[in-house]
């Protein structure tokens, strides 16, 4: 098949599968297309790189970025802050409920005073606001748990299957090739294969998610044809992520789909799953780092003891000078001589490969301490969501592979932080809604005159009479 007659038949199947989805929600507002073009774009490859317009070395594209580019983003930049203020978002709530995260922004932009290059270092600050602004167009959503069915389902639909045509039809664009051994790398929609395999990560844990969810209701015709889909794009999930060859992505879903299986198994027991992370994660550090456990998963998944030299990357960026209490700045470690001592010592690569060196090399002793309390907020309000939101055993996974993830892979920024524990971890207040008082039940007395009644009353429809009326005789 010619290479334009296979990206015509995708885009046809891809506007039939949008159309005909079973799981489709007619409600679901417009706009969660912004979200969906601003993860698209930050999960493959930025618009320049779609049409080819990238120019000048890679360091000077990585420092400076492109001029193409900035208006796109700039774009759904704002078209996200105009949909949060449509719907009366409240910053000011927001930002007291999320304080940790607020201090962690804070503390972003404060590290470009003291950046070497800080004029990059605070349009990278602008640039990954719009992460937050996305996400917060997705949870924001009156329906919030169909919202983020609605937007994870349309995000693979386009990726995975894309990196599959690209991989079979436009293999220039879709394999690399290591610069030393030779060896094929497939990147499919990406610019990476760890990126690949990151996205079939997230896209095999959301299907096993949504299929366990709605295993209980298999026998309705309309569930049939959901869970069936998401088995389809669950297997082809696993396939992408087999030929990117990314063993800690492969691990990540192993882990992710055995937290919702735990969650499943134990949710009459909320204290015991509200232990085991921790407890998991505990045990996992003293055998890593204590009796060498980290060499025996590396050889399960056919990696070597310095984990594809990684153990080589934390040598050469620790040998750098740099400010072990503030770091270097936002997104300013991997700029100008840093970079080129960091390539001459282990090649060519733009991450520590470790997510919380990564966060010490920007931010020093302060950002660990920040993230700290991000992890553990976050992970008290997932606990707290156990008996309320249908999100809770998909957020749990996505903060617990978050954790480990970050071993090997330098991922505690955004987006990839947005799409892991920030998407229900996070918390956003209702909309128009005014903190008030509860009225116990039997206190309610029926009169005339109208008045507003609390939504957990559980009344949807108000009369002109026979309304719920706190009684304070």
Known sequence: ??????????????????????????????ALWVPLCWFFISQTRLPSQWLGRTTGSLATAFE??????????????????LILGSRSFRWREFFSLNSAL?????????????????????????????????ILVVLSDPQPLQAVRTFFRRLFFIVIPLSLLMIKYFTYNAIHYDFWTGLPEYVGAATSKNTLGAACMFSGIFFFWDTVVRWPERGES??????LLNIIFFVMSFYVLRLSNSATSLACLILGCAVILAYQFWRQRPAFIKTLIPVSLGSYVILAYGFGLNDFVARIFGRDPSLTGRTNVWKAVLSVNTNWLLGTGYESFWLGDRMYQVWGLAGLVTEAHNGYLEIYLTFGIVGLFVLAAILISSYRTICRSFTQSALAPLVLAFWTLALFYNITEAAFKAPFMCLTFLVGAIIVPERGVAPQRPVPFRTLRRVDK???????????????KGRLKPNHD
Not at 4 to 15: E, P, Q, R
Not at 68 to 81: E, M, T
Not at 116 to 131: F, P, V
Not at 450 to 464: D, I, Y
């Open 64 to 81: 400076e970025g492109n001029a193409f580019d900035r208006p796109i983003l700039f774009g759904l930049i704002l078209l996200s802050v």
């Open 450 to 464: 109208p008045r507003m009644v609390p939504k957990w009353a559980g009344v949807n429809r108000l009369s002109q």
């Open 222 to 227: 309309r569930t049939k044809q959901i869970i």
């Open 1 to 30: 098949m010619h290479p334009s007659v296979a990206l015509l038949l995708w885009a046809v199947l891809l506007f039939a599968l949008f159309r005909l989805d079973p799981a489709r929600e007619a409600e679901i507002s417009w």
């Open 102 to 134: 607020t201090a962690f922004l804070i503390l972003g932009l404060a590290s470009c005073l003291w950046s070497d290059y800080t004029s990059i270092a605070l349009k990278r600050w602008i640039r990954d606001l719009g992460n937050y602004f996305a």
